[in-house]
């Protein structure tokens, strides 16, 4: 069995094998998301940046992905307590909060099929963001699921 890390080492002295690892690879932090001005609640949507792959969830171009989009985010061990953008089932926020990987983790399952099966990734619900015109016609709730 693999040693599980992620409770034993801070996130800020992991490598970044280690880091990266802790990705489940969902896909949430790619889709796009709309805050009300008025009432800064967050609205997740179903349109994805035009790099995801929809039926892996990974990036098709995530080692130059900030010269494709150069908004996007890194998640990193320093940043992560100021993105509470990402959802509740993000491994990354998880083990910041202290909760741990759930039983479907790739990390855990060793791959992502239970992460597919319990409807935790953005597998085939999405649309590219090209293919909108308006982001408020595509909100939904199911990003904000949360399983264990």
Known sequence: MMTQFWTTIP????????????????GKCCLNK??????????????ACHLLDD????????PERF?????CTAIT???IAELT???DSCA?????????LPSWHPLLTGN??????????????????????????CIVLWPMLDVE
């Open 11 to 26: 996130l800020e002295d992991m490598t970044t094998e280690q880091w990266e690892s802790l990705c489940d690879g969902c």
């Open 34 to 47: 709309i805050i009300d001005d008025e009432t800064d609640e967050l609205y997740y949507t179903n349109a």
């Open 55 to 62: 039926s892996s969830c990974g990036c098709r171009r995530y």
């Open 67 to 71: 010269t494709y989009v150069p908004e």
């Open 77 to 79: 061990p320093v940043n």
């Open 85 to 87: 953008w990402l959802p």
């Open 92 to 100: 990354y926020r998880r083990v910041y909060a202290g909760k741990g």
């Open 112 to 137: 992502k099929d239970a992460m597919h099966a319990a409807g935790i990734s953005v597998q085939g619900k999405t649309v590219n963001e090209t293919k909108v015109k308006y982001l408020e016609d």
